[in-house]
């Protein structure tokens, strides 16, 4: 569903109209790929405010993902966090997704081009449950992808790097031409890694399990919020190599991510995972988690910022 439009866009240190926010179509990084992104999340808590979830902690990831492919932005992490904010005031959003952008604009064509100045965007838009809101309350089906997760000499896992993302474009439509909801992909050993946007977890009897950050999975910050929950509820917590066929045979699996919140699985490759609905350790932390972002569990402040 096409995004609504909002007042503001901010670029390049400025609050501009929605429309006038266009670029060259010489862009370096639209032809190229280089460049950096995030996917954050505002919430308006129980009690009327709104927060953004981790914010530094995604800026300073897009700091660490140019850093990967040697871009320097113009800004620095607390400029962006302010900015984050400010754009969220400007567009009269107490709830929504925002999308900083770090890329090379225009000028010098071809691979090498030193000289073309980074350019820096954030957007905010409205954003419900990306795998909608029954996939929360139900699970997902997915389909382990044809597509393999970036080798690491090949790719940075641990960046959100634009063109990168044509592999998880490419499983995800994959999973979707052939019925399923999300795509699930494995590493060139055959390794389960992730989703196409999303972290992947198993529940084995009573154990949380998730691919370790040296597999090529990218950081969640989801990720390790959920670990850390997982831990306070006395959880017990192991990061391991899992196999396709430990994922068939988990009691409850589930994804991580900001986008798809923690949405459960219910079937992997038309096999159901437990009894085929979400398990019950799979809610608790679905539940403690949505406390803590948007609830009255003020249990981790320092995992908040106000707008
Ligand atoms: C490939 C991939 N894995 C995992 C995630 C989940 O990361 P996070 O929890 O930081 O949103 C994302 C989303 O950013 C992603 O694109």
């Known amino acids: 569903m096409a995004i609504e439009k909002l007042k503001k866009i901010w670029l390049d240190g400025e609050l501009v109209d929605w429309e006038s926010a266009n670029i060259h179509v010489l862009s370096h990084s639209l032809h190229y790929g280089l460049g950096a992104f995030e996917g954050i999340r505002a919430y308006q808590r129980t009690n009327g405010s709104t927060t953004v979830f981790r914010l530094p902690e995604h800026m300073q990831r897009l700091m660490d993902t140019c850093k990967l492919i040697a871009m320097k932005p113009e800004f620095t992490k607390e400029q962006l966090c302010r900015a984050s904010t400010e754009l969220l005031r400007a567009n009269d959003l107490t709830e929504g997704y925002l999308r900083p952008i ?25 954003w419900g449950a990306y795998l909608g809101t029954t996939a929360l309350e139900q699970g997902v089906r997915t389909k382990i992808s044809a597509w393999v997760r970036h ?34 992909m494995l590493d060139t ?13 198993i529940v084995k009897n009573g154990k949380l399990i998730t691919p370790p950050l040296s597999s090529s999975i990218l950081g969640g910050i989801t990720r390790e919020s959920v670990l850390q929950l997982a831990r306070e509820l006395g959880i017990p917590v192991a990061e ?20 798809v919140e923690l949405t459960p699985i219910r079937e992997v490759d038309d ?18 988690y949505f406390d803590v972002v948007k609830g009255n569990d003020e249990s981790h402040p320092d995992w908040l910022t106000l707008v």
């Open 151 to 184: 080798h690491p000499s090949i790719a940075f896992a641990k960046g959100k790097i634009m063109g990168q993302y044509t592999n998880s474009v490419l499983a995800k439509r994959e999973a979707k031409t052939a019925g399923y909801d999300e795509a699930i």
């Open 189 to 201: 050993h055959g390794h389960v890694c992730e989703g196409s946007g999303e972290n992947l977890f």
């Open 271 to 288: 096999r159901a995972i437990g009894e085929g609905k979400p398990g019950p350790i799979t809610l608790r932390l679905q539940q403690r």
């Open 102 to 126: 770090v890329f090379v604009g225009d000028g010098t064509m071809g691979v090498y081009a030193p000289e073309n100045r980074i350019r820096t965007a954030i957007i905010a838009w409205k």
């Open 240 to 259: 391991e190599l899992l196999t396709r066929d430990q994922l068939y045979l988990a009691d409850e699996a589930f994804f991580t991510g900001t986008a």
